[in-house]
């Protein structure tokens, strides 16, 4: 076993590239790529082995042209710059140091309880992908970027914290299903290229201290559950649908200022402080099923457009405040624990799910709520 350096750039098979030109054989030797070096694999498989360690430094740079393993406790430290041209797979440990970085243009996935660390930066380039699967996980401590048209799957027990001061962008596919979680306490951003599904047991969580932008597309979807504990703004589309689960609690804020639907036997959930605002221009809609439930000291303000269809439910419980700036369209089933609906508009009104008047509250000229027709 032995340490083998960089001694110059140039390709890894090429024994000129090490000091002592020696090729390292990653069953038994650990790796340094130096400083100023570009060390380029593009032949044979590799497979660093249980115990030993590639680290590249913080000038350094290594090429992955042909495939490589990460086997389960192995471990490779990425202090300078790490390009992936081909595929690897992470079993054992990833470090992207604070001014290290990953290039991923062809595909990396993180497998069988491997682990990544990025305090830098990680980019997935478009059509390339990143996937978290089979009990791994990846915490963003720096930067995580998911170009267009790229790929992520997180399942089978997946887990990637987007952590406090740490960001992701997505812009490609990203699915989270069977059992994983995804959880934001930094900032996201879901851009206006991305299809998010979150389903089969999926959880993607908004923490406090954390916000999420929603620009195109936002599924929760057979069984998935989304938690907004933080802030999350929708300027996209967020459809929950399939017996899934949306709550926003514990002062969470759901901002809506593009479109939401909850459906098929779906719940949209607020409580305990939770707010659910809906924007001038946005909109919020029950129906075939669904339910919203507005409840114990929450609070929503729907400035936009609100309606209830096709046998859907609205629950307004104890100590509820919702204000409705605009009117209602309702065609399904409400109740309430004790909750309050309060008409601020001068004239407000209830229509049917198709628009048509139901019944109209004047508070003109300073008078009480009266029911006028």
Same mark, same amino acid.
Request: no cysteine; glycine share 16%; net charge negative.
């Given at each position: ?110 497998? +069988? ?37 790229? +790929? ?222």
């Amino acid at each position: 076993m032995a340490t083998i350096t960089s001694a110059q750039s140039g390709y890894w098979d090429d024994p000129t590239t090490w000091v002592g030109g020696v090729v390292p054989d990653l069953s038994v030797d650990d790796v340094v790529v130096a400083d100023y070096h570009t060390v380029t694999a593009d032949g044979s498989y590799l497979t660093l082995a249980s115990g030993r360690t590639i680290t590249i430094d913080g000038y350094g740079v290594l090429e992955l042209g042909t495939q490589m393993t990460v086997e389960s406790g192995a471990s490779v430290y990425v202090q300078g710059g790490l390009h992936v041209y081909a595929y690897v797979e992470v079993q054992g440990y990833l470090e992207v140091d604070t001014y290290g970085w990953v290039d991923d243009y062809g595909g990396v996935a993180v497998l +069988y309880g491997g682990t990544v660390d990025a305090g830098g930066s990680i980019y997935v380039g478009p059509y390339s992908y990143f996937d978290v699967v089979y009990g791994s996980s990846l915490y963003v401590y720096g930067w995580f970027y998911q170009d267009w048209n790229a +790929y992520s799957y997180l399942y089978q027990g997946a887990y990637v914290s987007v952590e406090s001061g740490g960001s992701a962008y997505f812009d490609g596919y990203l699915n989270v299903e069977d059992y994983s979680t995804l959880r934001i306490y930094g900032n996201a951003d879901f851009y206006y290229g991305s299809y998010v599904d979150v389903r089969y047991g999926g959880e993607l969580y908004v923490e406090s201290g954390g916000g999420l932008t929603v620009r195109n597309y936002l599924n929760v979807v057979d069984s998935g559950y989304l938690y907004v504990h933080g802030d999350v703004t929708l300027d996209g589309y967020l459809y929950a649908y399939g017996g899934s689960q949306v709550y926003v609690e514990y002062a969470g804020t759901l901002t809506i200022n593009g479109y939401m639907t909850v459906e098929y036997y779906s719940n949209l959930v607020a409580y305990y402080g939770g707010r659910v605002n809906v924007g001038r221009w946005g909109s919020l809609e029950a129906y075939y099923y669904g339910s919203i439930y507005f409840d114990y000291q929450s609070r929503s303000d729907l400035f936009g457009y609100f309606r209830l269809y096709y046998d859907a439910y609205l629950y307004l419980g104890w100590d509820a405040i919702v204000r409705v700036y605009r009117g209602m369209d309702i065609s399904g089933q409400m109740d309430s624990g004790g909750g309050k609906m309060v008409m601020l508009r001068r004239e407000g009104r209830i229509n049917d799910a198709d628009g048509d008047s139901l019944f109209v509250f004047d508070q003109a000229y300073g008078h009480g709520q009266t029911l006028v027709a």
